[in-house]
Structures are given as structure tokens and as C-alpha cells.
């Protein structure tokens, strides 16, 4: 008889900012706990718990999924120093981008690999620790997850891990499609039609650049770019960028909002020169929003053939992209039914299950 394996998922997520990587964590922490629930042989097999520091403990309870308050410190000391004594009693599960150093049973997600192929979009110290995690997620052979075959790719190319150490964890997209559809209403500014989406982000990789430049194109002032999340207009500006009229910075918005939002786009923009998975142009594909993507990274994998793919560095070569799909509504609408079914298999559940089948095998070959 299989001895039931305690797995300890690290929540320290729960204490941070909404990221992308923040946002996999918990909705693939929240199916997990679905599929123990559900399926009699993976609760048979597994007894999969959410162990937090104090500080993340009304999050938790937010969860309403099995949870641990566990030691005293927070942050990433608690990570560090008291989270990887449950490594004796049973595997330790994080799954953003973070692993105690410590101790041996710890299965971690690397979404990417930017803080090497990127370095410019982060800090030194960022950078630093970050490589460090990233070597020490893979140390004594423990178990990595990758979000993507590309990620994947890169791990093993740049010495991090072995092949056969890395099993590949799609991002689930379900979370924003099960939201009810509502109109999107801004408090700052009222969107103008047509609009498009990407990120407001002013890490260089994700190369907003090219989208500002291409938005300030006279062929372009009548549709209007959407930029959601932390960098501010006033952010860009102090950076050096010329910013037109016609982009609108709603700030942070929630997943409601963000479903709205959107539905209601012509596109999502994802312009980057690198990414491990690609969330926004995926989680648009599944509401039924085609994508324009640089053919970078993760995202001709994840986007397939529900985007146009456009050069990073040819702001008309997005101008002229975004011009098809507002003028050719069969285009667009072909590239909607593509995108539905490519990414249709990107669910949660799947993600989950993927997890267990990694753990299996890492359980039999340890």
C-alpha cells in the first residue's frame, strides 16, 4: 500500500503584490485542492496542505482550502529559515519562481528564465538572488516545474537543471472566463472604441516601447491602447518615453474588470522579446479575444494560431497588425475560433494533474 506523501505548498504568495506568477500560484494551489477533493486516488496518495507564515493567515482562510499556520517569521526569512523544516516530514511545493535553499524535498515552479536572458529588466540584487534560487530550486536533484516547453528549453541550456529533472506545467486560463461579463467602467477616463490591451510594465523585455511608438502612428489615433497594471504614465515619462494621447493608464484593475476589459478589446498586445509562459494573450484566447505577439519566447507556443505575430522591433509592423483586425472582422474572427481551440486544453485542472503525474515520477525515481 502507497504511503500517503505530505505536500506542504509554500503560500508565502499569499503575502505579495498580484503578479502573473502570484496569480498561477494560487489558482494552481486552488485546483490542486480541488483535485484532492474530487479524486479518491490522489487523496489516497497525496495530503496536500497550504502552510503559511502568520502574516498570510485571513488570506489563507480567503482560500476556504486546508491551510497551516506554521513558525513565527514572514516573508522571505520564514521561507528561508523555518519553512524548510516540514522538508523532514514530506515534499514542499512552491510555484513562484521560489525555494528555500535549505533541505532537499522541495518541488518549485521556475516560470522563466529573464533574470539570464533579460538581466537589464532587473535590479543586481534581484538578479543575484534570483540566479541563486533559480541553482538552488534545482540542487541534489530536486524537482523543477517548467510553464512551458521553451522554459524548459532554457533551464536545461543554461545549466540550471537536468532534462529529466524538469516536467512541463502548462499555465492554466479558466480563472477570467468563469467571471460573469459586465461592461468595464474607469474612474479616471472613459475608454474610447476601438481599443486594444497589453501590460503597463517598464521592465525592457516586455518592450512597451514599441507599442507607444506604434500607437503614436497618425494611421493609429483613432483606436486607443489600454495599459493595466503598476507603471504609471507619469512612470514612462520619467523613463524617456514619448507617450500619445491615445494610451490610457487604468492602473490595477480586478479580475472582473480585467475579463471586461478583454472582452471588450479588439486585441491583447504582447509585444515581449521573452516570455516562459505568456498569461495576458492567453487568458484573452480563452474570452474570445484574438492576440498580436512578437514570435518571442513562450508565446508562438501559447498564443498558436489565435494571434498575428509581429516584429518587436517594427512598430509598423504592429500598427499595420492592429489595422487588419480592426478592418477585417473575418480575420478576426477566424483567429478567435483558432484561439479557443488551441487554448482549450489550458485549464487549471489539467495544470493540477500534470503536478501529480510530476510527483508520481519523482516519487518512483527517488
Not at 515534499?91 to 535549505?102: E, M, V
Not at 503598476?230 to 474588470?257: C, I, M, W, Y
Request: charged share 15%; with cysteine; glycine share 6%.
Amino acid at each position: 500500500m502507497t504511503t500517503r506523501l505530505p505536500v506542504f505548498v509554500n503560500g508565502r504568495f499569499l503575502t505579495a503584490d498580484t503578479t502573473a506568477v502570484n496569480t498561477v500560484a494560487r489558482e494552481l494551489t486552488l485546483a490542486l485542492a480541488r483535485l484532492q477533493a474530487t479524486d479518491p486516488d490522489v487523496a489516497a496518495r497525496y495530503d496536500l496542505k497550504v502552510v503559511v507564515p502568520p502574516a498570510a493567515k485571513k488570506a489563507a482562510q480567503a482560500l476556504g482550502i486546508p491551510f497551516q499556520v506554521f513558525g513565527r517569521l514572514g516573508g522571505i526569512f520564514w521561507e528561508q529559515l523555518e519553512l524548510p523544516r516540514l522538508s523532514r516530514r514530506g515534499r514542499i511545493a512552491g510555484f513562484f519562481n521560489t525555494a528555500p535553499l535549505l533541505g532537499k524535498n522541495h518541488v518549485t515552479m521556475l516560470h522563466d528564465a529573464h533574470v539570464f536572458d533579460a538581466p537589464e529588466s532587473y535590479s543586481f540584487t534581484t538578479r543575484q538572488w534570483r540566479k541563486l534560487l533559480s541553482y538552488g530550486a534545482a540542487t541534489d536533484g530536486r524537482l523543477v516545474l517548467a510553464v512551458s516547453e521553451y522554459s524548459k528549453s532554457r533551464l536545461v541550456a543554461l545549466g540550471i537543471a537536468k532534462s529529466d529533472q524538469i516536467h512541463v506545467v502548462s499555465n492554466g486560463v479558466g480563472h477570467l472566463a468563469a467571471l460573469s461579463s459586465h461592461s468595464y467602467n474607469p474612474n479616471n477616463a472613459p475608454l474610447k472604441t476601438p481599443y486594444f490591451v497589453a501590460l503597463s510594465s517598464l521592465q525592457d523585455h516586455k518592450n512597451i516601447a514599441v507599442l507607444l511608438q506604434a500607437f503614436a502612428r497618425p494611421d493609429m489615433q483613432n483606436a486607443q491602447l489600454v495599459l493595466v497594471g503598476k507603471s504609471t504614465k507619469q512612470a514612462f515619462l520619467g523613463a524617456g518615453h514619448v507617450v500619445p494621447d491615445n494610451v490610457h493608464f487604468p492602473g490595477f484593475v480586478s479580475n472582473r474588470e480585467l475579463a471586461a476589459l478583454y472582452q471588450g478589446a479588439v486585441a491583447v498586445l504582447t509585444p515581449s522579446r521573452t516570455e516562459g509562459f505568456g498569461l495576458p494573450p492567453a487568458e484573452a484566447l480563452t474570452l474570445g479575444t484574438p492576440a498580436i505577439a512578437a514570435p518571442c519566447g513562450a508565446l508562438p507556443e501559447v498564443c498558436g494560431d489565435g494571434a498575428l505575430y509581429a516584429d518587436p522591433d517594427n512598430p509598423e509592423d504592429w500598427a499595420i497588425s492592429a489595422q487588419l483586425l480592426m478592418s477585417q472582422p473575418a480575420l478576426r474572427s477566424s483567429l478567435i475560433a483558432a484561439g479557443r481551440a488551441h487554448i482549450s486544453d489550458f485549464t487549471w485542472e489539467n495544470a493540477a494533474r500534470a503536478v501529480i503525474a510530476a510527483l508520481d515520477q519523482h516519487r518512483v525515481a527517488s
